[in-house]
């Protein structure tokens, strides 16, 4: 069983930055597959980015993010990154940590069987 406690959200205006942390109990974090998800209020979970349990950590983003959103992973730490700069109103959400032993890049929210509680984000303009 593995469980992920997500941290670091909060307001931020339009064009800012935080990063969110997502720490993973167990002994086995470098073999999952990481991703970060968010969900708007009235709208469904949507996927926004992972990274690879591969050797060199491959990364994906959702077309919305890509360019300004980076995840990255410290295996010694068990914890996963979400550096968020450029911010917009239509980024706020609750973001949610996702984690799971399908090897490669994983999109999709039902390949992930762990899941955070998730932390809100709020971007004002």
């Known amino acids: 069983q593995v469980q992920l406690v997500e941290s670091g959200g909060g307001l931020v205006q339009a064009g800012g930055s935080l990063r969110l942390s997502c720490a993973a109990s167990?002994?086995?974090?470098?073999?999952?597959?990481m991703g970060w998800f968010r969900q708007a209020p009235g709208k469904e979970r949507e996927f926004v980015a992972t990274?690879?349990?591969?050797?060199?950590?491959?990364?994906y983003y959702a077309d919305s993010v890509k360019g300004r959103f980076t995840i990255s992973r410290d295996n010694a730490r068990n914890t996963v990154y979400l550096q968020m700069n450029s911010l917009k109103p239509e980024d706020t959400a609750v973001y949610y940590c996702?984690?799971?032993?399908?090897?490669?890049?994983?999109?999709?929210?039902?390949?992930?069987?762990?899941w955070g509680q998730g932390t809100q984000v709020t971007v004002s303009s």
């Open positions: 990274i690879s349990n591969w050797k060199g950590g491959s990364t």
């Open positions: 167990g002994r086995t974090f470098s073999s999952y597959a």
């Open positions: 996702a984690g799971g032993i399908a090897p490669g890049i994983v999109v999709t929210a039902t390949a992930y069987p762990y």
